[in-house]
Each structure stands twice: as structure tokens, then as C-alpha cells.
């Protein structure tokens, strides 16, 4: 029991670091913004399909195939790959701004909400063009012999999730805190206005966030892709736990979307050990009640509209 | 009359309509007509939701999985009628609208949308993992069809059923919409705060619009099983959300005939494109931006674009009589403000603030910057809930009560920095102000009884004196939000009057105004305080306030500093060095360190 509880843990915070990744790369882009990527899910798809397609051609596949069959592209092939999915969803974090956001932010309606999800639904059917709707085997960059520890069975990709997104999110604290680009974010966030007014390229920072938020979306799709195998609609279920998290820790504190993230892989985790069915149901009904209660989050701020 | 012919209009379509299926015998055909109708009850509802109350629903799918399993179930798991089983899904699906209604009780805006994205996707997850109840991908058989004398509906029967079911809900929905629930969802779509402070219950009004969207999705959902007689979780998908919200963005968000044009055009589109899955999935993404960019207003929109406004009807314009006498007149105190406190952290607008309003009176609120008479105003109306001490409105203690209730006690107010339904016609505006006189409920209104009429007749001319009283009658029609600003003014004045005061609240009604409109506002609210409405008017037009009222307040840093007649307080030495300050001998300066910062 207690190893089985254990296992569970740990495979919660491997999840947990995909989803906190996710719940960060919203918070970015609602701060600087106001606006979120309402189809951020399936930009955690797309970063794994674009690591995917590199791994293809680095094993000599075409783009277009739909297994590994037993080839390995090896480490430098992987390196390859992230490098790829990182650069290029920042470049759709880019054209989404500028296709989706930047026409309709700040103006009343919430359009971008629609923008937002017709640009993922767009996205999302060019991938069933390519790959088609069947879920694709990845083969891991550490290797997918599991690990034994303490009498419970890790395997390495969920130890490199976790380490990945604690080291992410620590170095995105120290910019955010103790550099002149984190400040001009933060300024942004605070008033937009007011840090344009005191020369700061706003509209500098809006694409940066959406470039930013956008990359980490793609490296929580790519670090999950050789767990839970790639799909087109992966995404879906990993963005909106990824927002819980951040409605669950404050969507305006980054610190707590981190938080949110984490706690919601280990929630899931352990209602999957009772009960498969009701995973979604208890993630649901958690994010109901921290609204009713807090409304801002456990970690959030309150914005008081001016009469 | 109006109605009746729109009825009689919409009677004969319909009867066309059955006329024209019925001789149509193939049936992939009719199955393409029969989801016309599916699709246009799911669009209609999701119109009230979308298009009028404003609230983005991404998880329609969840509501239609509602419907459609609750038939299933209870036709294949019980004995009962498979209509009742269908009224019964609709009740069903209607009890999840309250569900996913809920949330906006507490958040808004994209928040709220992405509860309803997660509502949508955690019906999806359950139908397709909990097989024990609902069968997964292998769904559910057997659902027992609608009959008729005895017999199972004909594919032909059920297009005929779909038409008379839609015509149904187009003319109560219609009802529902061109009067007072209509303008209400307008409102909240514009501005809540304004919304509550004309008395409209705002979060009441949310819980309709998602339920009217739910049981119409409900009972899409429900024929669909009956239809097919058989459900799985393969029915159930994001993109169904998705096509559906579709349907009335591409159609016309706001329109009335919006979610016909797009359950037609996106039907056969659907229908034409099937064999090509990626096709059809690109195609949705590409509408959902291409008619944010190119017609915010959907083909509804490019449709009365191109042929012009159809001229309204031009009503007469009414003579400016005096406002409504009120009720309880006489003299006595109105309003009792005791030790009222509000803290934001340190900043302290308001600190132990007690005066009392004379009924009948025109009183004045002054003071610097800052001094908290803002404050003052939302903590009257409810908008801004005291830290300690308390209000008492004809009697009765209003601390904490909602905006809404405080405003249909007879408190109406006006802003400063203007909150008008800007898209909404000054007449509309004006009319929304008598919302909680209107007496006609929801079942009234839905059903376009002769009293809602009436009700909505009487308020029409009650707007329309109001209107002749400031002198706005010949804008009455236009979009509040392009008049200028001196007039926008004046229609919040006008707004504020139809909620039927006794107290009426102006922040600031003379900002903006140049000396001749000043003069001509403050003889208009010497008439209104003529005909028993007091006031309380916040004010730096020291002219305006010294000449027309009776008492007045004034504040500093959140502390009554001095009350009484304006020619008292204008000669009141704290008041002068509020305003003013006083030189002082340099001896006497407090240290810096002392000053409060």
C-alpha cells in the first residue's frame, strides 16, 4: 500500500512538472496580456509532433510516418529534436499573437477567446492531416529501462520531467525577480500603459510572453510524449489541468500556478490508484471549490474593478 | 399585432417546410434536414447565451450528452413513455445548465469559459471511460424512439417533428428576447455593475440564459439518440462544442434569424465535407477567425449591412411632463448613514461617517480629491460593502443587501465615469432603468402573454416622457454610446429616474458640462426634487451646489469635516483650509516624519 502510495507520488510529480509548465506558460501571457491561449492544449500536441517529426528524419523515416518501429535517434537526435520544438513554437507562440491576440486584445467581447481556439483547431486538423488521429510511440531520451528505488519502479523520463520543470521554473523566478527584462514583464503585468509611458516596448513583451508561454507548452508535449505516447488530442486534457493548476494556485502569481501544477499531477495520481473514471471528475470538482472559495486562487491576488 | 403576424409568418413557413419534406423520399436527404433542426434548437438556445447575455460556452457537448443519455437511459432502463423520457431530458439537461451556471457566481470572463471548456471535456471523459452506466465506445442500443399512434416516427416524421419543434422555439425565444429579459441579457453583456445598479438581477439572469442554452442542447442531444436509437462517446466530442458555438458566431451572434442562416449553411457544409475529417476540422478553425475578422456580426450581420438599416418605426415624441410623483412623500429622514468605516489596507475612504438625507431635499456631497465621496456613493448602492457601521434606507438596514434589491427599494444613481449599455438604443437604456417596475416573470414573457405586452407598452411611454423631460427625445433611437458626451449624461440622468427613485444618487452630473448646461441641469433637478425625489449629488461645480441645494456634506480624507447650509459651510474655516489650506508660521509645521503620507 504504502509503495503503491508512493509510486503514485511520484508519477503525480512527473505529471505534475508537465502541468506546472503548462499552468506557468498561462500565467505568463494572462499577466502581461490579459488574454489566455485558449488552445494552448493543442500546442502541447504540436510540441510533441514537432519533436517527433525531427526524430523521424534524424532516423532517416519520412515526416510523415507513424512509428519508430526499433530505431533510437540517440541523444544528439533528441537535443536536435528539442531544440526544434522549442524554436518553433515560439514562432507560433509569435504568429498566434499576432493572428489571434494582438486584433482583438483589450477590446470587450473576449474574442480572442474564439481567435484562440479557431488557431488550435486549425493547427490541430493540419497534424490529422499529416499523422492522422492514431497515437504514436516515442521512444524516450534516457532510455525506458525503469529504475528501482526503494522497492518502487521509476522510469527515468519521469525523473527527467520533474527535473526539467524544477529547473525551468527556478531560473524563470530569478529572471521574473532579479533582472531588468523581469521587471519590465512584471511592469508590463501591473499596468501596460504606464510601463509604455516609461519607454518599455510593451508590445515587445506581449509577443515574448506568448513566445515564452508558448515554447513551454511545447516542452511539457515533448517531455510527455515518450510517457503517455503523442496524440493529437493529448493536449486538450494537459492544457485545461494545466489551468486548474493555475486557477488552483492564482493565475496572476506564477509562483502558485507552479504550485497548482504539481498538486493537481499528485491529486490525479492518487484518485487513479480508487477509481480511473472519476480522475477528471475530482480534478473538476477541486477547481470548483477553490473558485467558490477563492476565486483568485489560493495564492492569487484580488482586482478590485474602479466605480 | 406584431406578434401575431410574426406567428401566422412563422406558421406558414413551417407548414411549407413539412409540405416540401415530405416529398423529399431519400433519406440521406431528410437525415440532412433532420440536423438542420438539431442543430438550429442547440444554435438558438446557445444564441441567448452567446449572443445576448455574452457568456463564452465551450462545453455544449456536455449539455447535449445530458440530454441524450438521459434518454437512453431511461428509455432502456425503464418503462416510461419515450416522450415523457424526452420532457425528462430536457429537465435533466436543464438541471446541468444550473451546474455549469454556477461558477458565475463567483468568476467571469475567461475563467468562466474555461469552466465550461472543462464541464464539456469531464462529460466526455466520463461517457467514454465509466462503461458500467454509459457504455463507453460501445454506447448504449436499443433507446426507444418517439411513437406515434403506436408506431415508431418514419425518417420523414421525425424532420416534421424537428420543423414544428423549431418553429416552437423560435417564437418563445422571440417572446422571451424582444422585451424585458432581452434587454436585461443585453445589459449584463454591456456592463454588470450598470446592469445591478438599474435593478437587473444579474447572476439570476446568467442562470437563465445557461439553462435556456442547456435544455435547447438537451433536447437536440435527446432526439438525436431517439432518432439514431442508439449513443456512444464517439457523439460526444470537443469539436461538437465547438460546432456548436460555431453555428452562432458564423451565423450571427445577437440576431434572432442568426442561428437559422448558420444551422443551414454549416449543416450542408458538414454534410458535404464528411468524407474528409481534417478537412472539415480546418475549415471550423478557419471560420471561428475568419468571422471574428471579417463579420463580427456573422452572415446576419453582412446580411443587414448590405441592405441597409431598415428604417424604425418613429415614435411620437412625448411632451416633457414632470416626473412621476413618489411614493411615501412627506417629510422625516430617507436615509441614515451611522459610523460607516471602509478600509483598503491603510487608504481609509471613509471613517466614521454618520449623516442623515431629508426626504425631499436636494443635498450635496463635497469635498477635495480623494476625500472618499465616491466611496461614499457605492457604499449607498451597494456596490461597496462597509468595513463597519451601518445604512438605513427608509427604514430598513441595506448593508450587504445586493445592488439589485438596494435599487428596487428606490435607489437609482448615476456614475462618474459614464456606464452606459453603449450598444443599446437610448431608448433601451432608458426602458432597461424600469426593469424592476416591469411585473411580467419569465413564464409571462416566454409565453408573449397579453400583461407582458402591456407591461412592455407602459414602460415604452414611461421611457419616452422621461426622455421628453431631458430633452433627448429626437435621439431616442440611436446607439447610446455615439451621442455626445454632455447627452450621454443626461441619459444616465434619464436611466436613473425610470428606476422609479426616492433617493437619487448623481456622481458628479455636472462634469463636463459648460455654464449654460450647468444652469439648465440644476433647474432640471430643482423640478425633480419638486416632484419628491431627494438627492444626493456628489459635485465641484461650487456655483451648482451652492445655488440649488439644502444641506450640504463635506468630506476630507475619508472624515466629515462639516455639514449644514451651503452658506454656512462656505464659510466654515476647516472646509476653507481643506480646500484651500492655510498659511501657517513655519513653527507650527508638522515633521515630516509626522505628516500623514
Known amino acids: 500500500m504504502a509503495q503503491a502510495l508512493l ?6 510529480l512527473a505529471v505534475g512538472g508537465a502541468y506546472a509548465l503548462v499552468a506557468l506558460g498561462f500565467s505568463i501571457t494572462f499577466t502581461t496580456t490579459r488574454t489566455l491561449n485558449f488552445s494552448h492544449g493543442e500546442f502541447v500536441s504540436a510540441g510533441a509532433f514537432i519533436g517527433l517529426s525531427v526524430l523521424f528524419l534524424v532516423i532517416g523515416a519520412p515526416l510523415t510516418s507513424t512509428t519508430f518501429g526499433d530505431a533510437n535517434p540517440g541523444t544528439a537526435g533528441q537535443l536536435m529534436a528539442l531544440v526544434a520544438a522549442l524554436g518553433i513554437m515560439g514562432l ?10 494582438r486584433p482583438f486584445a483589450g477590446r470587450p467581447g473576449m474574442a480572442w477567446v474564439m481567435s484562440t481556439l479557431g488557431f488550435g483547431v486549425i493547427l490541430q486538423s493540419i497534424g490529422l492531416a499529416i499523422w492522422g488521429p492514431k497515437p504514436v510511440v516515442v521512444p524516450a531520451p534516457v532510455g525506458d529501462s525503469v529504475i528501482r528505488l526503494f522497492g518502487i519502479g521509476v522510469r527515468p523520463q519521469e525523473l527527467l520531467i520533474l527535473g526539467v520543470a524544477v529547473v525551468v521554473m527556478v531560473a524563470f523566478d530569478r529572471v521574473m525577480n532579479r533582472t531588468m527584462v523581469g521587471k519590465a514583464m512584471r511592469a508590463v503585468a501591473a499596468d501596460a500603459n504606464v510601463a509604455s509611458l516609461m519607454g518599455i516596448n510593451t508590445n515587445a513583451v506581449m509577443i515574448g510572453a506568448f513566445v515564452i508561454s508558448s515554447a513551454l507548452a511545447g516542452l511539457s508535449g515533448f517531455l510527455l510524449a515518450p510517457i503517455a505516447q503523442a496524440s493529437l488530442f493529448m493536449g486538450l486534457a494537459v492544457g485545461l489541468k494545466g489551468f486548474s493548476g493555475a486557477m488552483i494556485g492564482g493565475l496572476s502569481n506564477p509562483r502558485g500556478c507552479v504550485v497548482g501544477g504539481f498538486a493537481l499531477g499528485i491529486l490525479e495520481s492518487l484518485v487513479n490508484l480508487w477509481q480511473a473514471q472519476w480522475r477528471e471528475v475530482a480534478v473538476f470538482v477541486l477547481v470548483i471549490l477553490v473558485l467558490a472559495f477563492r476565486p483568485t486562487g489560493l495564492f492569487g491576488r484580488r482586482l478590485a474593478e474602479k466605480v | 399585432m406584431k406578434f401575431a403576424v410574426h406567428g401566422f409568418v412563422v ?13 423529399v423520399g ?15 434548437l442547440c444554435a438558438a438556445g446557445m444564441n441567448v447565451l452567446v449572443g445576448y447575455a455574452g457568456q463564452k460556452s465551450l462545453g455544449q457537448a456536455g449539455l447535449f450528452a445530458a440530454g441524450a443519455y ?12 419515450p416522450w415523457i423520457a424526452l420532457l425528462s431530458a430536457m429537465v435533466v439537461s436543464g438541471a ?27 462529460v466526455e471523459k466520463l461517457v467514454a471511460e465509466w462503461t458500467d452506466v454509459f457504455g463507453g465506445a460501445q454506447g448504449i442500443y436499443g433507446i426507444r424512439p418517439l411513437t406515434w399512434r403506436g408506431e415508431p416516427l418514419s425518417s420523414v416524421q421525425w424532420v416534421w417533428l424537428g420543423i414544428v419543434l423549431c418553429a416552437l422555439t423560435h417564437l418563445l425565444l422571440r417572446n422571451l428576447l424582444n422585451g424585458r429579459f432581452g434587454r436585461a441579457l443585453l445589459s449584463l453583456q454591456a456592463d454588470e455593475i450598470a446592469s445591478a445598479s438599474v435593478g437587473v438581477r444579474v447572476y439570476r439572469a446568467k442562470v437563465i440564459a445557461f439553462v435556456v442554452a442547456a435544455v435547447t442542447c438537451g433536447l437536440a442531444g435527446a432526439l438525436v439518440a431517439q432518432q439514431n436509437q442508439y449513443i456512444n462517446s464517439d457523439f460526444i466530442t470537443f469539436q461538437l462544442s465547438i460546432f456548436i458555438l460555431l453555428l452562432v458566431l458564423f451565423g450571427g451572434p445577437g440576431s434572432k434569424y442568426g442561428p437559422i442562416a448558420g444551422a443551414v449553411i454549416l449543416t450542408v457544409v458538414d454534410a458535404l465535407l464528411a468524407r474528409w475529417p481534417s478537412v472539415q476540422h480546418f475549415l471550423y478553425g478557419f471560420l471561428l477567425l475568419f468571422a471574428l475578422y471579417f463579420m463580427p456580426g456573422g452572415v446576419m450581420g453582412l446580411i443587414s449591412s448590405w441592405f441597409g438599416r431598415r428604417q424604425r418605426e418613429q415614435l411620437e415624441p412625448m411632451a416633457a411632463k414632470d416626473p412621476p410623483k413618489v411614493r411615501g412623500d412627506g417629510g422625516g429622514e430617507l436615509l441614515t448613514v451611522r459610523g460607516v468605516t471602509k478600509a483598503y489596507g491603510g487608504v481609509k475612504p471613509a471613517q466614521d461617517v454618520s449623516f442623515q438625507l431629508q426626504r425631499g431635499h436636494i443635498h450635496a456631497l463635497i469635498g477635495p480629491n480623494g476625500a472618499g465621496k465616491s466611496t461614499m456613493i457605492n457604499m449607498l448602492t451597494g456596490v461597496t460593502i462597509p468595513s463597519a457601521g451601518s445604512i438605513l434606507f427608509a427604514g430598513v438596514e441595506i448593508t450587504g443587501l445586493p445592488v439589485h434589491s438596494i435599487c428596487r427599494m428606490g435607489m437609482g444613481r448615476t456614475f462618474q465615469n459614464l456606464r452606459l449599455f453603449a450598444d443599446l ?32 407598452n407602459v414602460t415604452q411611454e414611461c421611457a419616452m416622457q422621461l426622455l421628453g423631460l431631458v430633452d433627448l427625445s429626437p435621439v431616442a433611437f440611436q446607439p447610446a454610446g455615439r451621442l455626445p458626451y454632455g447627452l450621454q449624461r443626461r441619459v444616465e440622468l434619464a436611466r436613473a429616474l425610470a428606476t422609479e427613485p426616492q433617493l437619487l444618487l448623481l456622481d458628479e452630473p455636472a462634469a463636463g458640462l459648460n455654464p449654460q448646461e450647468t444652469a439648465a441641469l440644476g433647474q432640471l433637478l430643482v423640478r425633480i426634487s419638486a416632484s419628491g425625489v431627494t438627492i444626493l449629488m456628489v459635485e465641484h461645480h461650487m456655483d451648482l451646489v451652492m445655488s440649488i441645494s439644502d444641506h450640504v456634506i463635506v468630506l476630507d480624507y475619508g472624515v466629515k469635516i462639516a455639514e449644514g447650509k451651503p452658506a454656512d459651510v462656505q464659510v466654515n474655516p476647516r472646509v476653507v483650509e481643506a480646500y484651500l489650506g492655510v498659511d501657517e508660521p513655519v513653527s507650527v509645521l508638522p515633521t515630516p516624519a509626522a505628516s500623514p503620507g
Open chain 2, 96 to 122: 446541468f445548465g444550473i451546474l455549469i451556471a454556477l461558477p458565475s457566481l463567483r468568476v467571469r470572463g475567461p475563467y468562466l469559459a474555461m469552466v465550461t471548456l472543462a464541464f464539456g471535456i469531464v
Open chain 2, 11 to 23: 406558421m406558414a413557413v413551417a407548414l411549407v417546410l413539412i409540405g416540401a419534406t415530405s416529398l
Open chain 2, 70 to 81: 438521459a434518454v437512453a437511459l431511461l428509455t432502456t432502463r425503464t418503462e416510461i413513455s
Open chain 1, 92 to 101: 507560433l507562440g509569435w504568429l498566434l499573437y499576432w493572428i489571434g491576440v
Open chain 2, 425 to 456: 438604443s437610448v431608448l433601451d437604456n432608458v426602458m432597461l432603468g424600469r426593469h424592476t417596475r416591469m411585473r411580467n416573470g419569465f413564464l409571462a414573457s416566454l409565453l408573449g402573454l397579453p400583461s407582458a405586452k402591456r407591461q412592455e
Open chain 2, 26 to 40: 431519400n433519406d440521406y436527404y431528410l437525415r440532412i434536414a433532420f440536423m438542420m433542426c438539431v442543430y438550429y
Open chain 1, 7 to 12: 509510486q503514485a507520488i511520484i508519477s503525480g
